[in-house]
C-alpha cells in the first residue's frame, strides 16, 4: 500500500514538474517574442530616420540606360560574445514565432537566455559559407521546440539592421553530438571551402537528450534590404 502511494505521489510530483516547465516556456517564450518585436520596430524607426529624400527625376538624354548594377548583399562583421545582432522568423511556426540572435552558445548566458545562438566563427547572414545556429527545444523558451515540423521549401527569415536574409529548408538528419562537421563551411564536408550560403540549425533530439542533434539545413535565397520593405517570404507558409 505505501509503495503504491509513493508510486502515486511521485507520478503526481512528475506531472507537475513537467506542467511547470511547459507553462515557463510558454511565458518566457511569450517574453522573448515580445522583445525580438520591439528590436525589429527599432530597427524598422532606424531605417525610416535614415531614408534619403526623393530625388528629381533624371531628364531625357539620347544616351542608353546603364545597366543595372548587381544587388550588394550586405554582411555584418561578427560582434562581440553576447551581443544581439539578428531576429529570426519561421512562418511555418506562426506569425508570432520571432527570436532574437545573439553571438555565441554559451549554456547559461546564451542558450538559457532564450537566444538563438550563433556559433562564432561561422558566417554571418548572407555571407559565403555556413551560417550555424542553436537553440534549446524544452525550457527557456524553446525556440526550437517546433524545428521538426519544418517541411521542404519552408521560409527561414533573419532580419538585421540591414534588411532581411531568406533561406530556404532543404533537409534534415540527426546525429551525435559528437558530429561537428555539421558546422563546416560547407556543412557535413571535410577540408572543402565555402561554395555557397547555408544556415545549419542545430538542437537536441529528442527534447532533454544531450546526445543526439538534430540538424536542419537551409540555402540562402535572397537578400531584403530594409527600403524595399519586408520579404514576401515573411507571410508564407501554415500557421502552427
Same mark, same amino acid.
Given at each position: 500500500?505505501?509503495?503504491?502511494?509513493?508510486?502515486?505521489?511521485?507520478?503526481?510530483? *512528475?506531472?507537475?514538474?513537467?506542467?511547470?516547465?511547459?507553462?515557463?516556456? %510558454?511565458?518566457?517564450?511569450?517574453?522573448?517574442?515580445? /522583445?525580438?518585436?520591439?528590436?525589429?520596430?527599432?530597427?524598422?524607426?532606424?531605417?525610416?530616420?535614415?531614408?534619403?529624400? /526623393?530625388?528629381?527625376?533624371?531628364?531625357?538624354? &539620347? !544616351?542608353?540606360?546603364? !545597366?543595372?548594377?548587381?544587388?550588394?548583399?550586405?554582411?555584418?562583421? /561578427?560582434?562581440?560574445?553576447?551581443?544581439?545582432?539578428?531576429?529570426?522568423?519561421?512562418?511555418?511556426?506562426?506569425?508570432? #514565432?520571432?527570436?532574437?540572435?545573439a553571438s555565441g552558445t554559451a549554456k547559461k548566458s546564451i542558450l538559457d537566455?532564450?537566444?538563438?545562438?550563433?556559433? /562564432?566563427?561561422?558566417? %554571418?547572414?548572407?555571407? !559565403?559559407?555556413? %551560417?550555424?545556429?542553436?537553440?534549446?527545444? #524544452?525550457? &527557456?523558451?524553446?525556440?526550437?521546440?517546433? @524545428?521538426?515540423?519544418? @517541411?521542404?521549401?519552408?521560409?527561414?527569415?533573419?532580419?538585421?539592421?540591414?534588411? #532581411?536574409?531568406?533561406?530556404?529548408?532543404?533537409?534534415? !538528419?540527426?546525429?551525435?553530438?559528437?558530429?561537428?562537421e555539421v558546422l563546416n563551411p560547407v556543412p557535413q564536408q571535410v577540408d572543402?571551402?565555402?561554395?555557397?550560403?547555408?544556415?545549419? *540549425?542545430?538542437?537536441?533530439?529528442?527534447?532533454?537528450? %544531450? *546526445?543526439?542533434?538534430?540538424?536542419?539545413y537551409a540555402v540562402f535565397e535572397e537578400f531584403t534590404p530594409n527600403s524595399?520593405?519586408?520579404?514576401?517570404?515573411? &507571410?508564407?507558409?501554415?500557421?502552427?
Amino acid at each position: 500500500m505505501l509503495g503504491e502511494l509513493l508510486l502515486t505521489a511521485g507520478v503526481v510530483m *512528475l506531472l507537475f514538474v513537467s506542467w511547470q516547465m511547459w507553462f515557463g516556456d %510558454m511565458i518566457i517564450s511569450s517574453q522573448k517574442q515580445a /522583445e525580438a518585436s520591439a528590436l525589429a520596430q527599432q530597427w524598422a524607426d532606424a531605417a525610416q530616420a535614415d531614408t534619403p529624400a /526623393e530625388t528629381p527625376e533624371p531628364t531625357e538624354t &539620347s !544616351e542608353a540606360p546603364a !545597366e543595372p548594377a548587381p544587388p550588394v548583399i550586405p554582411v555584418l562583421d /561578427e560582434p562581440g560574445h553576447g551581443a544581439e545582432f539578428g531576429i529570426m522568423y519561421i512562418p511555418r511556426f506562426g506569425p508570432d #514565432w520571432q527570436f532574437k540572435i545573439a553571438s555565441g552558445t554559451a549554456k547559461k548566458s546564451i542558450l538559457d537566455a532564450g537566444y538563438i545562438g550563433h556559433y /562564432e566563427g561561422s558566417a %554571418m547572414p548572407g555571407a !559565403e559559407g555556413n %551560417m550555424a545556429v542553436a537553440a534549446h527545444r #524544452w525550457t &527557456s523558451g524553446a525556440p526550437f521546440d517546433p @524545428v521538426d515540423r519544418l @517541411v521542404i521549401g519552408d521560409a527561414v527569415v533573419i532580419q538585421t539592421q540591414d534588411g #532581411w536574409y531568406t533561406y530556404r529548408f532543404r533537409n534534415v !538528419e540527426y546525429v551525435q553530438d559528437t558530429a561537428i562537421e555539421v558546422l563546416n563551411p560547407v556543412p557535413q564536408q571535410v577540408d572543402l571551402a565555402a561554395n555557397g550560403r547555408y544556415l545549419t *540549425l542545430t538542437s537536441c533530439a529528442p527534447k532533454l537528450n %544531450m *546526445l543526439e542533434r538534430i540538424i536542419s539545413y537551409a540555402v540562402f535565397e535572397e537578400f531584403t534590404p530594409n527600403s524595399a520593405g519586408p520579404p514576401a517570404s515573411l &507571410s508564407e507558409g501554415v500557421s502552427a
